[in-house]
Structures are given as structure tokens and as C-alpha cells.
């Protein structure tokens, strides 16, 4: 029998009511990164950011959505992907075998789980059957060393028969402050799980927190992200979720929520409401030492969602006390608003991705946005990314395919800024700006390159790559999923 996966049909959901049509394209996966740190992943460990990615809806061993994870490696010049490795479940050292709608890879996470220098990756398979058990899902650490990602082991789930989709969602912090990274597991239940470090080579971990949502859940849990809100060096965990929007279950509303960490874990028991959102990001925006989190929200008031016709990000401040979501949030932001290029038109998908970090070095935090359905002249659903200054996010520019120095062409249903990732990849402390289009040459995706400066995202020198340049099959896949790094 055919499964029928969740994510699927909220990405099918979503490209049928902003742009009339059956489509199907990956949401991506929230990622956080800290305006004050460099960059997040090294995998191998030589001072350069690295930059993860999936394609999880490929074709591996003749299995369809299998799907696949690879790895670029930063250096001097920014980003290189003839310097790179690819990993399915059918390589050698991995967990499992690549079968048909696994989807290995639409949920990513990195930290250094084992502790041992090297950034590691934690990849969801939400659609693996274990045993049995159907969609049951798994997530497998891929292991840095010397020489990059390498190996891996699985992640056991603390209680298969209470959920499926275990890996739906990903995300990696310390969420105690005992010095050992801990890693968010979402499920396709009203609750995720925190597995806490350190993590071993042979599988064991510390100990689990089950996390409960404040209220049910429709589909699971959409988008999860961890960051500092309240400086204290324990991270916080944000989660967003559908609900029914009618007494009858009908239509869908989104909530998120954040939950502060402290010495014991998860401080369950005061969940922070939040604003609900498609996608979260957490990073330092206003140079305080305590992280924003942005929330973009791609549904519409056509829908019956809170969004604005075309998207919107609001992004609630952080503070000594935690996230301030009062009734002004820091900013409410859509194409309608001071600073932020291009016009709130419905279905523009404005929100789509979010990602946060340091681009022109002056210690505030600058705030990536993919506009994932945005028009571009007479060619649909093009897509195209907003990338806000720190601070004040007043000033902006948009960044597409048919800007100057940008590698390709503004296409129909390239859905660029599907996925967008802020990090320092070239170690000059600036932010370079990572662009993923989903659904690139009829879902083959792509990905963009481009260098953050004292000037900002610099277009010189952009750089474009796909499954081509690896030398892998040009065929469905939505290649650049997930970016993280």
C-alpha cells in the first residue's frame, strides 16, 4: 500500500493554495544560527564552515524517495563541491538500506553529539518502515572526523508504538548546560522527544525528556529550532504546529511555542505561546546577547490562517527573561513593509525560509528570507530571497535568479529561496549566503552560493551547483533541501 506522508502533503497543500496546482516541493527544515558565531558546522574539523544538505526525495539503488544527504566543504574561496561527500543508506558504514519513500534526509541537525571536536549530522528518515511498524521512522548521526562525515548510528526511539514518523523533525543544543549537546526529535504525534548526550558510536545516549504541545496537533510538529533566547547558555527549544481552525476539526491554525532550558532539561511545565509559523530561525538580530527567533508563515487569510496574502515573519525578541511575544512583537514583516523590497502579493510564499546570522560583521544579526513563489515578469512561482540588515531590518535587497552575477535564469516553478542559510563558510567572520531552488529543471533542485562582505551578500563570484556537478543522476530529487551549516 502507498504511504502517505504528512510533509508531502502539507508541501502539496501549500503550492495548491498559493499557486492553483497539485505540486509538491520540500519546506524546509528551520535552522538557527547565532549572529555571534562564525559558523556552526566544520565536519572535518580544518576551521571552515561546512554546509549540509539533502535530496531526500531521490532515487538511490532504484528505490524512488529514498533520498540521499551530502556534505560541501567550506575553504578560502567559500564553498567547493568538488570537495564533498554524498551519503545514502546503502553506503557502506551506514544504518539501513535505501528503499522506496524513506525520505532520508528531510529533517537534518548538527553539533558535536560524540564531543569529540568534529561537527557531526543527524539525519531524519520519517518514512522508514522499522520492522513492522510503517512510516515508524528513523534518524541516524552521521559522524565527523578528519576527513568529513563518515559512519553512522542510530538513534533509538524511546517509544515507537506512541507515534510514527520518529525524525520528522531535527534539531541539536544543550538544553541543560551540562556541556553535552542534546538532540530534538519531532514525531508526527503532539509531542517530540529530547535525546540527551553524549552520544556513542555504539548507540548509547543519555537519558530522554518526552515534550508534550499545549494543545493537539493535526499533523505533527511542522518546524522545531533551538537557540538562546534569554542568554543563559542553556539552549531553548521552538516548536510550531497546525490545530483545527473550527469546532469541527476543519480548516488549520497555526501556534508555536518555546520552552526554555535549564539545568534539568526542558522547562515543560510554562510553555511560551508563540506566534505559529511554516518556518523559525533563532539568532541575535539586535546585538543584545539574547536571540531573536523569527517565525514565517506562509498560509494566507484566504486560507483562514493569520498570514498576510503573500507571507509574513515576525520575529519576537529575546531578553533576560526569555522571548517577548507581547502584543508588538520586534518586527511584523511582509512586502508591504519599510525597507523590505517587492510588493505583498498573494501566494508569494514570503516566509517560506528564514535564517539569521552576522553578514557585514558589525555584531547584528541579518535576517534571510525566501520569497519561495515570488513572480518574477511572466514567469510563475520563480522564486527569489530577502536578506534584511541587522538591527532595525529596515534596509534590504532582494537576491534572484535574474540578478546581476547570479548563476541561471529565472525559470516557472524553480521555487528559489525554497531554503536559505546564512554561515561562514571562508572563516573572513561574515555570513555567506547559502540559496536552495527546490524544484530547479522540474524538481531536479539546485543550489546557490554566494559570499557575505563588510558590504553585505556580495553576487560576485556566485556559484551554482546540483546533482550534476557530483556526478550524480539529474532526476527528481529536490537537491538542496535542508540547508544547514
Known amino acids: 500500500m502507498h504511504k502517505h506522508h504528512?510533509?508531502?502533503?502539507?508541501?502539496?497543500?501549500?503550492?495548491?493554495?498559493?499557486?492553483?496546482?497539485?505540486?509538491?516541493?520540500?519546506?524546509?527544515?528551520?535552522?538557527a544560527a547565532s549572529?555571534?558565531?562564525?559558523?556552526?558546522?566544520?565536519?572535518?574539523?580544518?576551521?571552515?564552515?561546512?554546509?549540509?544538505?539533502?535530496?531526500?526525495?531521490?532515487?538511490?539503488?532504484?528505490?524512488?524517495?529514498?533520498?540521499?544527504?551530502?556534505?560541501?566543504?567550506?575553504g578560502s574561496s567559500g564553498l567547493n563541491p568538488a570537495k564533498r561527500t554524498?551519503?545514502?543508506?546503502?553506503?557502506?558504514?551506514?544504518?539501513?538500506?535505501?528503499?522506496?519513500?524513506?525520505?532520508?534526509g528531510e529533517a537534518l541537525a548538527v553539533g558535536d553529539l560524540n564531543g569529540d571536536g568534529y561537527t557531526d549530522l543527524a539525519v531524519g528518515a520519517p518514512g522508514e518502515d522499522v520492522g513492522s511498524d510503517t512510516d515508524g521512522g528513523s534518524v541516524t548521526v552521521l559522524?565527523?572526523?578528519?576527513?568529513?562525515?563518515?559512519?553512522?548510528?542510530?538513534?533509538?526511539?524511546?517509544?515507537?508504538?506512541?507515534?510514527?514518523?520518529?525524525?520528522?523533525?531535527?534539531t541539536a543544543g544543550d538544553f541543560n548546560g551540562d556541556g553535552k549537546a542534546d538532540l530534538a526529535v519531532a514525531t508526527s504525534a503532539s509531542h517530540a522527544y529530547v535525546v540527551k548526550g553524549r552520544f556513542t558510536t555504539t548507540g548509547t545516549t543519555g537519558g530522554t525528556q518526552k515534550i508534550d504541545l499545549p494543545d493537539k496537533a493535526k499533523y505533527g510538529i511542522?518546524?522545531?529550532?533551538?537557540?538562546?533566547?534569554?542568554?543563559?547558555?542553556?539552549?531553548?527549544?521552538?516548536?510550531?504546529?497546525?490545530?483545527?481552525?473550527?469546532?469541527?476539526?476543519?480548516?488549520?491554525?497555526?501556534?508555536?511555542?518555546?520552552y526554555l532550558g535549564t539545568s534539568s532539561g526542558l522547562e515543560t511545565s510554562v510553555p511560551r505561546p508563540l506566534n505559529?509559523?511554516?518556518?523559525?530561525?533563532?539568532?541575535?538580530?539586535?546585538?543584545?546577547?539574547?536571540?531573536?527567533?523569527?517565525?514565517?508563515?506562509?498560509?494566507?487569510?484566504?486560507?483562514?490562517?493569520?498570514?498576510?496574502?503573500?507571507?509574513?515573519?515576525v520575529v519576537i525578541r529575546g531578553s533576560e527573561g526569555g522571548p517577548i511575544n507581547g502584543d508588538i512583537p520586534m518586527a511584523q514583516l511582509t512586502q508591504d513593509s519599510e525597507g523590505v523590497?517587492?510588493?505583498?502579493?498573494?501566494?508569494?510564499?514570503?516566509?517560506?525560509?528564514?535564517?539569521?546570522?552576522?553578514?557585514?560583521?558589525?555584531?547584528?544579526?541579518?535576517?534571510?528570507?525566501?520569497v519561495v513563489f515570488e513572480d518574477?515578469?511572466?514567469?510563475?512561482?520563480?522564486?527569489?530571497?530577502?536578506?534584511?540588515?541587522?538591527?532595525?531590518?529596515?534596509?534590504?535587497?532582494?537576491?534572484?535568479?535574474?540578478?546581476?552575477?547570479?548563476?541561471?535564469?529565472?525559470?516557472?516553478?524553480?521555487?528559489?529561496?525554497?531554503?536559505?542559510?546564512?554561515?561562514?563558510?571562508?572563516?573572513?567572520?561574515?555570513?555567506?549566503?547559502?540559496?536552495a531552488a527546490g524544484f530547479e529543471d522540474e524538481g531536479v533542485g539546485a543550489i546557490t552560493a554566494l559570499q557575505g562582505s563588510a558590504g553585505g551578500v556580495t553576487t560576485a563570484g556566485a556559484r551554482s551547483f546540483g546533482p550534476g556537478t557530483f556526478g550524480l543522476s539529474r532526476a527528481y530529487g529536490s537537491f538542496g533541501t535542508g540547508l544547514i551549516g
Open 376 to 435: 518574477i515578469g511572466t514567469r510563475k512561482d520563480t522564486g527569489s530571497t530577502v536578506v534584511l540588515t541587522g538591527y532595525a531590518l529596515k534596509g534590504g535587497r532582494a537576491i534572484s535568479q535574474d540578478t546581476y552575477n547570479v548563476p541561471g535564469s529565472p525559470e516557472s516553478m524553480d521555487y528559489f529561496g525554497s531554503d536559505v542559510l546564512l554561515s561562514d563558510v571562508n572563516k573572513d567572520g561574515h555570513a555567506d549566503f547559502t540559496v
Open 35 to 74: 549572529a555571534s558565531r562564525s559558523y556552526r558546522a566544520d565536519f572535518n574539523g580544518d576551521g571552515y564552515g561546512d554546509v549540509a544538505f539533502a535530496a531526500p526525495y531521490a532515487t538511490v539503488g532504484g528505490k524512488v524517495l529514498a533520498g540521499y544527504v551530502a556534505v560541501v566543504y567550506g
Open 222 to 258: 511542522d518546524a522545531m529550532a533551538a537557540g538562546d533566547t534569554n542568554g543563559d547558555k542553556k539552549a531553548d527549544l521552538v516548536l510550531t504546529y497546525r490545530t483545527a481552525l473550527n469546532s469541527d476539526g476543519s480548516g488549520d491554525w497555526t501556534k508555536g511555542v518555546a
Open 6 to 31: 504528512p510533509r508531502l502533503a502539507l508541501a502539496a497543500a501549500t503550492a495548491a493554495a498559493l499557486t492553483g496546482g497539485l505540486l509538491t516541493f520540500a519546506a524546509a527544515p528551520a535552522t
Open 143 to 170: 559522524w565527523g572526523s578528519s576527513s568529513g562525515i563518515k559512519n553512522g548510528t542510530t538513534v533509538k526511539d524511546p517509544a515507537a508504538a506512541s507515534h510514527d514518523e520518529w525524525g520528522r523533525r531535527l
Open 86 to 104: 554524498v551519503v545514502s543508506q546503502n553506503t557502506a558504514g551506514v544504518p539501513g538500506t535505501a528503499e522506496e519513500e524513506d525520505f532520508f
Open 341 to 370: 523590497p517587492g510588493a505583498d502579493e498573494a501566494g508569494d510564499g514570503f516566509g517560506a525560509s528564514v535564517s539569521i546570522a552576522d553578514v557585514n560583521g558589525d555584531g547584528y544579526g541579518e535576517l534571510a528570507i525566501g
Open 276 to 313: 505559529g509559523g511554516t518556518s523559525i530561525a533563532l539568532g541575535d538580530i539586535n546585538g543584545d546577547g539574547y536571540d531573536e527567533i523569527a517565525l514565517g508563515n506562509v498560509f494566507t487569510k484566504e486560507q483562514g490562517h493569520e498570514g498576510s496574502p503573500g507571507g509574513k515573519v
